[in-house]
């Protein structure tokens, strides 16, 4: 996904085994989706932790945090209870959501990449940052182009 395209609706289950769509929430607030390698890492945590200890900047933005990983639900849940997120993972157990938006992998190939999306309340991505190895400028990133949408 670049930025100016529209998402591509998916639907994954979340850290409950609940069905999210991504379709419900498009045209009633902005989205943040973003891509990371796997639960309980020291990038990921930090990125997660990070994102969560920002949630009142981001609802004031009117915004939701959507992390998705390869990683199982049973994995998602205990991650998000050990680390106390107030937002939501979704399983992408066979990679089909990140083939789907394209998602590029890290430079060497071993992990899945780390991808932030921008995504506005008419379902148009606005921004998109990649970094591997600093987890936590997504936030900031991702905070600047709400802020821009504003």
């Known amino acids: 996904m670049r930025k100016g395209q529209k998402i591509i609706p998916f639907e994954l ?4 085994g609940n069905p ?3 379709q419900d929430i498009i045209g009633k607030s902005n989205i943040v989706i973003y891509f990371y390698p ?3 890492t020291p990038g990921c945590t930090k990125e997660a932790c990070s994102f969560r200890d920002s949630m009142k900047d981001f609802e004031s933005l009117d915004a939701k945090i959507i992390g998705i990983s390869a990683d199982s639900v049973h994995s998602h849940k205990s991650f998000a209870e050990k680390h106390e997120l107030n937002f939501t993972l979704l399983s992408d157990k066979d ?5 789907l938006l394209q998602v590029p992998g890290d430079l060497f190939g071993l992990l899945d990449g780390r991808v932030t999306y921008v995504i506005d309340k008419q379902g148009v991505v ?3 940052f990649r970094s591997q190895l600093n987890a936590a400028r997504h936030i900031e990133e991702a905070k600047t ?3 821009k949408l504003s």
Not at 13 to 16: A, E, I, L, T, V
Not at 95 to 99: A, D
């Open 13 to 16: 289950p979340d850290q409950d």
């Open 20 to 22: 999210f769509k991504l």
């Open 38 to 40: 796997k639960d309980d």
């Open 95 to 99: 990679k089909k959501v990140r083939k």
């Open 126 to 128: 606005q921004h998109v």
């Open 145 to 147: 182009a709400l802020e």
